[in-house]
């Protein structure tokens, strides 16, 4: 049974940083690809990061490009996204992905999913 555990969210001020864990267990995550997605009420799921597990490549979409920062740790199947610059009107459920298919950029392309994790940021 694959999982995907989040953690790190939680209530940070405008301009502050947080940064997202994904403990992944399960399998073998070597020919998968590691993503971050992001959710506003009422809204669609949106692409945020993805990392290559085997190379590290990495992706980001243009709303966080320069802010965030997608990483792994190999030895410990964890991998992280970091947030800086935070912004009150961003999506505040982050999830994170594991795929095999190399659509990185929809959700459809994810096998697995974690839980998802809150962050708020006060203005």
């Known amino acids: 049974q694959v999982q995907l555990v989040e953690s790190g969210g939680g209530l940070v001020q405008a301009g502050g940083s947080l940064r997202l864990s994904c403990a992944a267990s399960g399998r073998t995550f070597s020919t998968y690809a590691m993503g971050w997605f992001r959710q506003a009420p009422g809204k669609e799921r949106e692409f945020a990061a993805v990392i290559r597990w085997n190379g590290g490549s990495t992706y980001y979409a243009d709303s966080v490009k320069g802010r965030f920062t997608i990483s792994r740790d190999t030895a410990k199947n964890t991998v992280y996204l970091q947030m800086n610059s935070l912004k009150p009107e961003e999506p505040d459920v982050y999830y994170c992905?594991?795929?095999?298919?190399?659509?990185?950029?929809?959700?459809?392309?994810?096998?697995?999913w974690g839980q998802g994790t809150q962050v708020t940021v006060s203005s």
């Open positions: 992905a594991a795929s095999s298919s190399g659509y990185y950029f929809v959700p459809a392309g994810y096998e697995y």
